[in-house]
């Protein structure tokens, strides 16, 4: 419900608190007291346009509106801000300022937000009906889920959203396997050429840079070959450093003991570069013996270097990937010798989930046709004590065609009215006039009453060009209503102000516009204000005590909405 409100310096407002009550709250004043600024301030902490009604108090640099929600555990407006990662265990407080430029800011909880954010969740908490009013009952997309709710199909209709998004998924998935065969099918006389081309080539990762490599070696083989064969000898030679080392190490091992000993380190250390000169003369053999093969091995290098460039070349690539591309092309011919047994599956799921999906689809249409007949019989009961007896309400089930069937079912809800007799049905904002426009929402409000209602409902001037009877009847279901969830609104009517459990009212003084909250004998004095004008007389106490008396109805344990 909403808990509180404080508005400061926007348009003719320094400062008003206003502390609501579960129920049925009134706002009552004379013609041009205000009210409606202050319905417009809360708009504007729930979301709503700046600007306009709802500006700046002159002289002042910077308005705000607050707003304090206190909504049950499981509304949605408590799943948005957990997405969003705003804390709102108990309280939500949407604020809204708004500088004398013009420029807004919002918050929620204290944390500052976007006004898309703000006004998602001020929606969600608050529904207003007025003559300007686009939003709640008026805005078309929210009908579905409204009839779903009064239905009370929701499960079926998660279910129905379940079923189509596996629909959708199989779709996809055989679709993007009917690109792929075609795309393989286009191509596979070039796909099946290029395997083969490449299989035949059998390129590995790395052999065209060891190819050449060796063909560098080979090319220059002769003068290597002299190069190393010097090398060889002046290790192996009569002069060679082998020769001179075993020398060295021949006439240590004559000395003496004690002189051998003191010279270990040395013999040591001569006898390891012997070890390593000997080693080395063996490398250098073998590679000689490398260079001395056939003279077809360079020529075959040279072949094998040469087509492995050219298939690079031709296939656009780098040597290394001719091995991942011959894998690509035969992944694609497997792609078309198994993609035909593979589509059948995926059609076939295809079929299966559309089957489910139109099964759990239909199932819904009918309890969706059920619920709109029960509906429009209870619209219509609402309908003549309204002074809407000539009107005609319905909840229209237009089909759609396959391509517009979805998550949401298989067809498009819309809420009509007709409010002359033989006239054709249509929106409620187009056809209805500003006056029928609040009853009607109204009577379809009372009709939706149990079906989950928003945290409180806001009417404006619902009971305009009404008396009476009507008034009365206006009166009654708002007091119905408001058992339910609570309701402000702005009156004129003294038998709807009568039905209040809290009475604000609202007055201008000079230039400010004051706000007061009602006790018993001041609300009976507005009351008779209402019923007589500007000069109250015992008449019109007597007859307001009446009202007031008259129109409380039984207390039923009432959980906050």
Do not use: C, W
Not at 97 to 118: I, K, M, Q, W
Not at 396 to 419: C, H, I, S, W, Y
């Amino acid at each position: 419900m909403l808990a509180a409100l404080t508005v400061r310096d926007i348009v003719l407002i320094e400062t008003a608190a206003l502390e609501f009550a579960p129920g049925l709250n009134v706002l009552t004043g004379e013609t041009g007291a205000g009210k409606s600024i202050l319905l417009d301030a809360l708009g504007l902490a729930a979301g709503g346009r700046g600007g306009g009604r709802a500006s700046v108090r002159p002289g002042a640099s910077q308005g705000s509106a607050t707003a304090v929600f206190e909504p049950p555990a499981g509304h949605p407006a408590r799943a948005l801000l957990a997405e969003q990662a705003i804390v709102a265990n108990g309280e939500i407080v949407l604020r809204r300022t708004l500088s004398a430029d013009g420029r807004t800011r919002a918050f929620v909880n204290d944390e500052p937000v976007g006004v898309a954010l703000l006004k998602d969740i001020g929606a969600s908490l608050l529904e207003v009906h007025g003559q300007s009013d686009d939003r709640g009952l008026f805005d078309t997309a929210t009908h579905r889920a409204l009839l779903d709710s009064f239905g009370g199909h929701e499960d079926l209709a998660v279910e129905v959203g379940a079923r189509f998004a596996a629909y959708a998924a199989a779709r996809a998935a055989a679709d993007a396997l009917r690109l792929a065969q075609a795309a393989a099918a286009a191509d596979a006389d070039y796909v099946r050429q290029s395997a083969d081309e490449l299989s035949a080539l059998d390129a590995q990762k790395g052999e065209e840079a060891s190819l050449a490599s060796e063909r560098a070696l080979l090319m220059n083989a002769s003068r290597i070959a002299e190069d190393i064969s010097a090398a060889s000898d002046s290790l192996s030679g009569e002069r060679g450093a082998q020769a001179q080392l075993a020398v060295a190490l021949k006439r240590l091992s004559r000395m003496g003991e004690e002189a051998r000993q003191a010279a270990a380190q040395a013999i040591s250390a001569l006898e390891q570069s012997f070890a390593l000169a000997e080693e080395a003369r063996r490398e250098l053999d073998a590679l000689l013996s490398r260079l001395e093969v056939d003279t077809g091995s360079l020529e075959r290098k040279e072949e094998r270097l040469f087509a492995i460039r050219a298939a690079a070349r031709k296939f656009q690539t780098q040597p290394d990937r001719l091995p991942q591309l011959l894998a690509d092309f035969r992944s694609k011919l497997d792609a078309l010798d198994l993609g035909g047994g593979k589509l059948k599956e995926a059609e076939a799921a295809v079929d299966k989930a559309r089957k489910s999906f139109r099964e759990s689809a239909q199932h819904l249409s009918a309890a969706r046709k059920k619920a709109a007949g029960q509906l429009e019989r209870r619209v219509a009961e609402e309908l003549a004590p309204l002074k809407l007896g000539h009107a005609k309400f319905r909840a229209a089930l237009t089909p759609l065609d396959d391509a517009e069937a979805g998550a949401q079912g298989l067809e498009r809800v819309a809420f009509e009215v007709a409010t002359v007799e033989g006239a054709p049905f249509g929106p409620l904002t187009r056809i209805a006039s500003g006056g029928e426009l609040a009853r009607f929402s109204l009577a379809i409000k009372v009709s939706l009453a149990q079906s989950g209602p928003p945290a409180a409902l806001v009417f404006d001037e619902v009971d305009r060009g009404v008396g009476g009877a009507v008034a009365d009847a206006v009166g009654l279901r708002l007091q119905r209503l408001s058992q339910s969830t609570q309701v402000l609104l702005v009156t004129h009517s003294p038998q709807v102000a009568a039905r209040a459990e809290r009475h604000f009212r609202v007055r201008r003084k000079a230039d400010k516009l004051a706000v007061e909250l009602l006790d018993d004998e001041e609300r009976l004095e507005e009351v008779a204000r209402m019923l007589s004008g500007a000069a109250v007389t015992d008449e019109a106490r007597a007859a307001a005590r009446r009202l007031i008396a008259e129109a409380q109805l039984p207390r039923k344990p009432r959980k906050r909405a």
